[in-house]
């Protein structure tokens, strides 16, 4: 069952600009994630936040929970072309069941 | 880039035969998970355990089974493969903490 939705679906920007996603869910969480994919491999894990943290940050990184709107938004500054993937936001719900994964938003940097 | 291996990377197979997609992880994780992705689509969680002789079924598990008989291997078993099983699998494994998990590259099946 889909919990989170990523949004847009897919954006292309220019390097050097900052690229920002979002995802929203419809239960209660205990911490959503977000991964990366390139193209045909695997996903690679890039930040945890907990349902009790409100913003988190990681290199170029910086992720926003809001639990009374059930959103999650990723923002990636300063974009670089090895950037482009798919973005993915992951929920679990209680702290001990497996990740549900949303569609994801492919993100595309020019150089 | 990680220490979960997946086997084969490619595989094309006939409609109706028995295939076992590999899955190993050398980081002594206790769960470990299955998921299906079509290109570009979310993940579906097919299976997962929790350890050894522990396996749980996902959304798309009616099709499948699996086995977990050591920490490190947890494969997953198509008794009878049809075109709709064309699709990517992926295994990943996490720690019992709240954590990441990790992914392997992935098996990309072709069901003809």
């Known amino acids: 069952s889909q919990q989170g939705e990523e949004d847009p679906q897919a954006l292309s920007i220019q390097e050097g600009e900052n690229a920002t996603m979002n995802c929203s869910y419809k239960t209660s969480i205990n911490n959503l994630q977000w991964y990366r994919q390139n193209s045909g491999r695997g996903l690679v894990h890039l930040i945890l936040?907990?349902?009790?943290?409100r913003e988190k940050h990681s290199g170029r990184l910086r992720v926003t929970l809001d639990t009374s709107k059930k959103s999650s938004s990723l923002l990636i500054t300063a974009s670089r072309a090895a950037d482009t993937a798919s973005y993915f936001c992951a929920t679990d719900a209680t702290g001990n069941t497996p990740l549900v994964f949303g569609k994801g938003t492919r993100l595309s940097v020019i150089a | 880039e990680a220490d979960i291996y997946q086997t084969p990377r490619y595989l094309v197979i006939g409609t109706g035969k028995k295939i076992t997609l590999e899955c190993s992880q050398t980081m002594g994780h206790d769960k470990m998970y299955w998921y299906q992705q079509d290109p570009g689509m979310e993940l579906h969680l097919i299976h997962y355990s929790y350890g050894v002789n522990s396996t749980e079924k996902g959304d798309l598990s009616s099709e499948s089974t699996v086995s977990r008989i050591r920490t490190e291997h947890f494969p997953l078993t198509l008794e009878s493969a049809r075109p709709s099983h064309t699709s990517q699998y992926l295994c990943?494994?996490?720690?019992?903490?709240?954590?990441?998990?990790?992914f392997g590259s992935g098996t990309r099946l072709t069901v003809v």
């Open positions: 936040i907990r349902s009790n943290e």
């Open positions: 990943a494994s996490s720690e019992w903490q709240q954590g990441g998990y990790t």
